[in-house]
Antibody, heavy 118, light 107 residues
Framework: EVHLVESGGGLVQPGGSLRLSCEAS????????MHWVRQTPGKGLMWVSR????????SYADSVKGRFTISRDNAKNTLYLQMNSLRAEDTAVYYC???????????WGQGTLVTVSS | DIQMTQSPSSLSPSVGDRVTITCRAS??????LNWYQQKPGNAPKLLIYAASGLQSGVPSRFSGSGSGTDFTLTISSLQPEDFATYYCQQSDSTPYTFGQGTKLEIK
């Protein structure tokens, strides 16, 4: 069974950093592009970033470009999101998702909550 | 960015009802449109891909249609487990964007 498990969320002060991890199992991780998507009660779902299967290319939403970095370790079946210069508006549940077909997200992990507050 | 607009924002149907949710894109996206279902406390789940493709394991009462800018998700006969929030998402170009959601609430 395909399984994605996020970790690394928590409370961080504005301007701080956090690294999220997403451990994959049940499929050949190195064959799939991967995404991060976040969700807030007020602004709904927002795509954050994607990375190709070999990690050679990445893409970001404008609101996180220059602050967030997506990466992966295919030997460890793990996806990462390094988040720097965090702002209050980055507060959200962050999900990792496997890319199927043309940018459809399936499945999703259970999510990890990031709270940016002083 | 491509804006995705869903309607209605909420709906209070009864079990057995036929339910239709619409999603409009701010520009043509071909059939690059996906639908997700989300229940409270859970991650979204893919229902429909490429506008009309039924994801494996999803009941056949769910169907999708449309192309270009106008899309529809239909539940042919609503079941109790279908009360949830539904989102459309365009996969035509980055940034991939979602609709604001349609919440099906028990009447």
């Amino acid at each position: 069974e395909v399984h994605l498990v996020e970790s690394g969320g928590g409370l961080v002060q504005p301007g701080g950093s956090l690294r999220l991890s997403c451990e994959a199992s049940g499929f050949t991780f190195s064959s799939y592009w991967m995404h991060w998507v976040r969700q807030t009660p007020g602004k709904g779902l927002m795509w954050v970033s994607r990375i190709t299967s070999d990690g050679s290319a990445t893409s970001y939403a404008d609101s996180v470009k220059g602050r967030f970095t997506i990466s992966r370790d295919n030997a460890k079946n793990t996806l990462y999101l390094q988040m720097n210069s965090l702002r209050a508006e980055d507060t959200a549940v962050y999900y990792c998702a496997r890319a199927g077909g043309v940018a459809r997200f399936d499945p999703w992990g259970q999510g990890t909550l990031v709270t940016v507050s002083s | 960015d491509i804006q995705m607009t869903q309607s209605p924002s909420s709906l209070s149907p009864s079990v057995g009802d036929r339910v239709t949710i619409t999603c409009r894109a701010s520009q043509s996206i071909g059939d690059y449109l996906n639908w997700y279902q989300q229940k409270p406390g859970n991650a979204p789940k893919l229902l429909i891909y490429a506008a009309s493709g039924l994801q494996s394991g999803v009941p056949s009462r769910f169907s999708g249609s449309g192309s270009g800018t106008d899309f529809t998700l239909t539940i042919s006969s609503l079941q109790p487990e279908d009360f949830a929030t539904y989102y459309c998402q365009q996969s035509d170009s980055t940034p991939y964007t979602f609709g604001q959601g349609t919440k099906l609430e028990i009447k």
